[in-house]
């Protein structure tokens, strides 16, 4: 069950008034019998945080929070029953542009404690989550036999930790066939783990003009051209600075430029 007290603080941080504007543009609470959208919204928002797996789920979860409700701006704990109902009749589109207001705001929130960087070009984190779905409501979102999923390819900009691009392919999609028809912005840097060493994929980056962080996979072939001294004041984790060629057949043929590779110790070993 989710921290009803955690969750009030992150509904606390939502902007009702241009929510409550959104509402009245569509009137979307016209004929809400009791269960309202600002109610909805809430009820969903607590299905993914306290991932729930039923509108049961969601019912049961904030009827046992009673007495907690109202700092969420809720009357009471809405039955299985209204909760599906409005899923399936109530205009989606209002979230969706409630979505690109908070990201209005949001993204133009200072983080005081994030971690700055001497390169001036755009950081992205890449990476991608999985999402089940019922197959037989959504028997496009191929994942195994006798269950559905979709997964999401998140782009997140590291300076707003909003994201800016998301692409959502059924649950099969390898992580770095997704990254494919994600844009990217020229001169920025895609850091994402070791699913996106691609060759091919890094190759379509290079030639855009993308630099990207990638860790390597352990049986990766190369051969060493040169090592860069490494300077005095580096972090005493570094190891090794060097750049290299493939040599295996097939990476050379999708990515026959020269690479630099930085080896690093940590916890769990040489990276």
Known sequence: MTNITLFSQIIKKLDRASFNKLVQERQTDKHSKGFNTWT?????????????????????????ATGNLNHLGVQKAPSKSTVSYQNQRRDWELFKDYYYKLLQTLGQQVYPKQVKFRIKSKIFLLDSTTISLCLSLFDWAKYKTTKGAVKMHTLLDYNGHLPAYVNITDGKTADNKGAYDIPLLKQSVVV????????????????NEVFFV???????????????????????HILKDEIIELTGSQSKEKYPKRLRRVAIWDDKGTL
């Open 40 to 64: 909805h919204l809430v009820s969903m928002l607590f299905c993914q945080f306290a991932k729930s797996q039923s509108v049961r789920d969601i019912s049961n979860g904030l009827r046992s």
């Open 192 to 207: 994402a783990d070791r699913f996106y060493n691609d060759f091919s994929l890094l190759n379509v980056w290079d030639s």
């Open 214 to 236: 990638i860790r390597h996979k352990d049986n990766i072939k190369f051969k060493s051209i040169r090592e860069n001294e490494l300077p005095d004041n580096r972090h005493q």
